[in-house]
Every structure is written in C-alpha cells, then in structure tokens.
C-alpha cells in the first residue's frame, strides 16, 4: 500500500491544568480539536472521505459535527475509528487519494493530527505485525508496562525492525518508547502517544529533512510506513501563551436543552452559515422572512467567513450554577459581512480580550446540555506575533 | 377618549420578603393604595383589574390577585412584558379606561424574585429572554446582557468607572429617606469602585438587588376622579417601545432604541418633550444604564450622559432629580412591580406629598428598560392644575 501527503497539520491545545501540563480545553473535545486540525489542511479541494481516529469515545453527533464544521460535499463520508496509532497508520495507508485523516487524543497529552492524502509513493507500508497479547492498556489489574513492552512491543518492534531501523517509534507511552529505542537515535518529536502520535513523528522527520521508517504500536499490534519524499507543507497550530484550567462550576447544574431547537440550529450554528436570501441580504441566525425585500424562504445557506473583531466584551465573575467563572463573552463582528455573533472568549485568560481585539471564531463545545454536546463557534483571540 | 387620572396609589416596602408570601403581598399593596385615596374608595367600586408579573409565583398570577384580594367579580388580565411591565400594565389600563369601557381600575405590580436562590433567578431571567439553541447556553446573565451595551458605551464615549459610582452614591443618598426602599444605607464613591465586580463593568454596588415587592395604582376616567380627590395626577403619556432581541442584532449598542421608541411616543401624546420633564424615575437596573437612559430620554446630547450626572443636575437639589426614590438601584426592583412603584413616586411627588419632595414638580417621568434590552415604556404623568 502507498500514499502520500499532501499536507499536514498539528495542533495542541494551549489549556494548562494544575501539574502544569498541556490539558484539552474545558470546551475542548474529540470533535473540536479534529475540526480544528483538519481546518488547517483543507485548502478548498473537495473531501471525499474523512477518517477520524480516536481511543476516546465519539460523541453520537460528532460525524454530522464534523461535516458541517468543514462544509463537506452531501456525498462525503465521515467514518469513525476507534483506535490508536496503528489504526491511523492503516487508516493513512488505505486511503484514496484526496481523504483526510484525523487522528485525536484527548486524553493526557491532548492532540490532534490531520493529513490529505494524494496519490503517490511518499508513503509506502513497511511491515504489519500482531502479537497474540491480548495487552490493550486498559488499566487495571492487567496494566503491567514492562509485561507489556517486554513481551509485546519489544517483539513488535524487533519484528517491523527487520529490514531497516525506525527512526520513529510511536503510538505508546514516551517512557516505553525511550526504553524501547535502546542507543538508536530517534527523530525529536513531542512526547505523545495514542492515534495522532504517528503523524506528529512524520512532521517532525520532515521538519528535519529526515526520511526513513516510523513505526506505530498500539496494544499487541504494530505498523510501520517508510517516509520518502520530503518538502510537504506542515502547519503547527499550538499558541504560544498558556492558560489555566478554569476550576469546575462551583454548583453543578444541568443546563437545559430543547432537542427541536438544537436540530433546526444544527447546520448553521456548526457550520458557521448565514443565510442569503435571492435579494443578497445575510442573516444569522438564518431568518425565513427577509428583512430587506420581504421575500418567505427564499435563502440558502452560505458559509460565512471566520475572521472578526470584537465590538463589546464583559467578563463575568459572579458565580453561576453549572458555569465557570470568570468567563468572557463577546460580540464579535464577522469580516467582510454586515453580521455579528455572541460567542464566549477562548483560549484565552478571562478578562484579557478588550473591544477590537482581532481573532477567529473557532467550533467549540460550548456547553454539555443534558448531556448533550452543545457545539457552537467561540472566540479566539489572534495572538501578538512572537518577538 | 377621556383623560385618565391616577387617584390612589400604594406599596409594601421592598426587600427580602422571605416571610411574605405574593398571596400576602398583593393585598398589601391593594390595600394601601385603597387607603391613600382622598375620599375614600370601596373595594366594590374597582371595575376591572391589570396585574403586571414577570415570572409566575403559586401559580396562575390572574387568579392569584383575584383570589388573594376579593376580587372574584371583576375581569383581571396579566401583563408580562420583561422589565417594562408595570408600567405597560398601566398603559393598558389607561386604554380601557380612556377608551370608555372602565370608569375605574386596578393596576397591580408584584414580583417574588427572592423565592429561588440569586443565581438561580438568573437561569430563569435567560430562559425568559435567550433565544434557546444560539445564546441560552452562554451565561448572558442580566448583569451581562446589560454590560456589552455599556462596555461599548464607555468604550465610544469615555465614560468612566467613577461617572457611573456617582449614579450609585446618589440612589442610595435618596433611599435613605425612603421608608419602602430595599437597601437603605449611604455609599461613598470610593466603596462603589472597590466593591467586588459581578460583570466587568459593574461591581455589586453598580447592580440593584434582587427584591421581593408589590405596588399598586388605582386609575379613574375624568368625570368620576374628583368623586375620590381634589387632587388627581392626569395620565398624558404612555409608550411602549421594542427592539431587537438578540444582542448580535443590535446595530449601535450605546443606545436602547426600545427606549427612544417608547419615550417618542409618550412625549407625542403628552404634547410635551424632555426639557418640561420635573422629575423622572428611569430604569437604573445598573448604574452605567441610567447614564444611558439620560441620553435615550432625551435629558442630555448623546455621550452627555457622564457630563450630565457629573453636573449634579440629576441629583435632588439639581434642575431634573432622577430617582428621588433610590431608582431600582437602593428602592429595589421587583419587575413587575418595577413601573408601579414609580408612579407610585411621582404620585407622591406630584402632589407634592414625597419624602424627598422635588419642589414644584408639575411633570414627571417614569421609565423602564428590559428583557433582553429589547422592551422600553414610558409613563408620562401631570399634576392637577395649571
């Protein structure tokens, strides 16, 4: 099997928690942070195939989430992975040219991965192999880690190792890669694992201009890809400030949700579309009468762009029932459009955004609705360029 | 149409009624309202009633006044209409009772909003006035829904943080003496900055309180007003303005149009416009507002607000006293009983009868701004006599 990129995005979250490592944001999840990657790959070339790894949980409304936030054709197909970075590996190599691949880890070292695939040989298979270790890392009593790298990945290893020695391991934890890697010289890459490991390793061999093998582990399985051409374009999306965990709502409350309302929002507040109407008027949220010409139901939906500017802001800070606080809510005024937004401040300490402050409006969970995922767009401050 | 005169007006003083029940507040309110009317009226006589509540208490609000007040005999209507509901609920009685159809009518206010917790008085407010899939979910609680606007305000204008204390120090200076104000207690300016922030801009001393409450006014035609008094207060201008309703879609957020809307209307039908205006009672659900108001009411230029209250204009010995009550600042704001107990003030006050009596005042303004910023009314009253 061969594949080869197209182009290539990272991303990390810029939330903080109390031990002072990287966390998912509290309106961060498996849907927000794939959507947030694969925005940073597609450059308007249709998508027909998405592909999207995970070894948490996806949300029931995550693929319908999903294509409306990237605006995908009617006939693409969103297919949902449970997996690690083996699954990735094999979701990559099989794909047809023009698919995306997403690979999403909420977990203790939160991430996210995106590919598009063309057609080539840039990437090509280098080996498959199982092991009879019924090892999946589930906790437990049965969470032994030298057990497992000793009696699973150390075979794995030895056996993708065969022809050639990978200059990339990933897809487990960092500490048993770097038992694993004995005096080999890995490529640097950050200390990941799970499905988007295996793609932040190939941005970092072509970010060094290294080619060679990768291999992903996973439980008792393992994959390996040769990486042989080089020079396609990698996007690190990950902010340079860092902001706290905000503690949980002080009085948890179950925030009411009606699940006519949420469907008939759905497309429009996911997807961030306007309605126009014949006459050209843009309204958001869509409105069935226009309030320029006064036609009924003659709009369509448009998808608007995500660039804005805030026109007011207020942070608040009293305590509220099933809120954190403090938090920032904005009006934002969208680019090249008459409209405007309410939206919660993100990725941001709460009170440091100030009116015309520029920035994005970015899918986010903005709230969990008798536990329902609430997706919608938040505002994310554009950060001053790095001295 | 006939004129309308208010004869009779009354409240049960604000606050935390946590002992009183809005089956025991409503006839308080009726009850002193009865008693104030010169020459006396019979519950009897009271031919239709309007009842101004904003969130329902023990149940249907209607039956409840009837029920709780002996007033089985007489058509009640509810009137709900965000924060301007006592006074469109004036406004309405004053059209059936102009109309012809009532020569005498009950306007009752009242709301419980001590009955939850504070914070859960807000989740019910934003259900009340959220569209429910786009902004419900975003904790735009009434202290935010009021700050984006005056966040843009100060920002466009430069009204600052100690311009909006001052509306603060001045309702609390006027609740002092007054015996139904919620938060009777003087401030300084230095406290009002200091004080602890609920929504930036606001702190808590820029935020009326929560308040339990109940007002009520008794409205006659002019041929049966002098059968009760020798001194009416005439009903010349009512407005009911609206707005958009959600903040996205709200083109310049350093005005309420709602307001503008409601006071244009008033000031039509009274035949009047803002420099005739004596005293006024405005909607200071947050100080930063009555800055606000000043200038939608047409008290100063647009971006005079700061000047205006800096000037001392608005204060008791000034040319126009706002809130010679304490304003829902320090008097206190039960929604629907909100609008009543202002005319329930200017009643006093144009009769030259209040505690912190305006001298000479001959008109008066009563106003409100609410929901989601999107319902303004105004109630414009006259006193008898030239």
């Known amino acids: ?387 | 149409l006939r004129n309308v005169a208010i004869v009779g007006a009354g409240m049960i003083p604000f606050g935390e009624l946590f002992g009183t029940g809005i089956k025991e507040m409503l006839p308080g309110a009726v009850a002193e309202a009865l008693a104030s009317v010169d020459k006396g009226m019979e519950r009897a006589e009271i031919e239709a009633a309007w009842f101004g509540e904003l969130t329902t208490t023990d149940g249907f609000p209607s039956g409840v006044l009837a029920d709780s007040c002996g007033l089985l005999d007489i058509p009640v209507t509810r009137v709900e209409n965000a924060c301007a509901t006592g006074n469109d609920a004036l406004r309405n009685a004053v059209y059936a009772v102009g109309g012809g159809y009532f020569d005498v009518a009950l306007v009752v206010g009242a709301d419980k909003t001590r009955e939850s917790s504070p914070g859960a008085t807000f989740w019910d407010w934003m259900g009340l006035t959220r569209d429910m899939a786009w902004d419900y979910p975003l904790g735009l609680i009434a202290p935010a829904n009021f700050a984006l606007h005056v966040a843009r305000y100060m920002h466009e204008y430069g009204i600052t943080n100690e311009q909006m204390a001052m509306v603060a120090v001045k309702n609390h200076a006027n609740a002092v003496n007054n015996p139904k104000a919620h938060l009777r207690f003087p401030i300084t300016l230095e406290k009002v900055m200091a004080a602890p922030r609920v929504v930036d801009p606001f702190g808590v001393l820029d935020c009326c309180p929560q308040s339990d409450g109940a007002a009520a006014l008794l409205v006659t035609s002019t041929e049966v007003a002098r059968r009760y008094t020798d001194h009416p207060v005439w009903v010349r201008g009512v407005g009911l303005g609206v707005d958009r309703v959600m903040h996205a879609h709200k083109a310049d957020m350093t005005t309420f149009p709602a307001t503008t809307r409601a006071a244009g209307r008033a000031y039509a039908m009274a035949g009047i416009g803002p420099a005739d205006i004596d005293v006024a009672e405005v909607h200071d659900c947050f100080t930063g507002v009555e800055l606000m108001n000043y200038e939608d009411l047409g008290f100063c230029d647009r971006g005079e607000g700061g000047r205006l209250i800096e000037s001392g204009a608005t204060q008791l010995s000034g040319r126009l006293p706002v809130n010679p009550s304490g304003g829902l600042k320090a008097k206190g704001h039960p929604p629907g009983a909100t609008g009543i107990a202002q005319c329930v003030e200017l009643f006093d006050q144009l009769r030259g009868k209040a505690v912190n009596q305006v001298d000479g005042a001959h008109w008066g303004l009563a106003h409100n701004i609410g929901g989601p910023t999107a319902v303004g009314a105004v109630t414009i009253l006259e006193a008898d006599g030239a």
């Open chain 1, 1 to 387: 099997m061969e594949s080869s990129f197209g182009a290539l995005a990272t991303y990390r979250p810029c939330w903080t928690d109390a031990s002072g490592g990287l966390a998912a944001g509290p309106d961060e999840d498996v849907v927000t942070m794939a959507v947030a990657v694969a925005r940073a790959v597609l450059n308007g070339d249709p998508v027909r195939h998405v592909a999207l790894v995970s070894r948490q949980s996806i949300p029931a409304v995550g693929r319908a989430a999903i294509a409306s936030a990237l605006n995908l054709s009617e006939t693409a197909v969103v297919e949902t992975v449970a997996g690690g970075a083996v699954s990735l590996v094999d979701a990559l190599l099989a794909s047809e040219p023009g698919s995306l691949v997403i690979g999403v880890e909420v977990g203790p070292q939160p991430s996210a991965a995106a590919v598009i695939t063309r057609g080539g040989t840039g990437v090509s298979a280098a080996g498959h192999a199982e092991h009879g270790l019924p090892a999946g890392g589930s906790g437990g009593r049965h969470d032994d880690p030298r057990f497992i790298r000793e009696r699973a990945w150390r075979p794995l290893l030895e056996a993708l190792d065969r022809d050639r020695k990978a200059v990339a391991i990933t897809g487990i934890p960092p500490r048993a890669i770097r038992e694993l890697a004995d005096d080999r010289r890995l490529v640097e890459s950050p200390d990941l694992d799970g499905a988007p490991a295996p793609l932040f390793a190939a941005a970092a061999m072509l970010a060094a201009d290294v080619t060679g093998k990768l291999v992903a582990l996973e439980g008792g399985s393992g994959a390996a890809f040769e990486l042989r051409e080089l020079g396609w374009p990698v996007t690190r999306l990950q902010r340079h400030e860092t902001v706290q965990l905000p503690a949980p709502p002080s009085v948890a409350a179950e925030i009411a949700i009606s699940l006519s309302a949420y469907e008939r929002a759905f497309e429009a507040k996911v997807g961030l579309k306007a309605a126009r109407c014949d006459c050209g008027e843009l309204s958001l949220p869509p409105r069935s009468h226009c309030l320029k010409c006064g036609r009924q139901n003659a709009t369509r939906l448009v998808a608007i762009p995500h660039a804005g500017e805030v026109y007011s802001v207020v942070t608040v800070r009293v305590p509220l029932p099933g809120l954190s606080v403090p938090y920032s809510i904005a009006i934002v005024s969208i680019d090249e459009t008459p409209l405007r937004l309410l939206s919660p401040v993100t990725d941001a300490r709460a009170g440091s955004v100030a009116i015309g402050r520029r920035g994005e409006l970015v899918l986010r969970r903005l709230a969990t609705r008798e536990g329902i995922p609430d997706y919608g767009y938040a505002f994310q401050p554009t950060e001053a360029v790095a001295s």
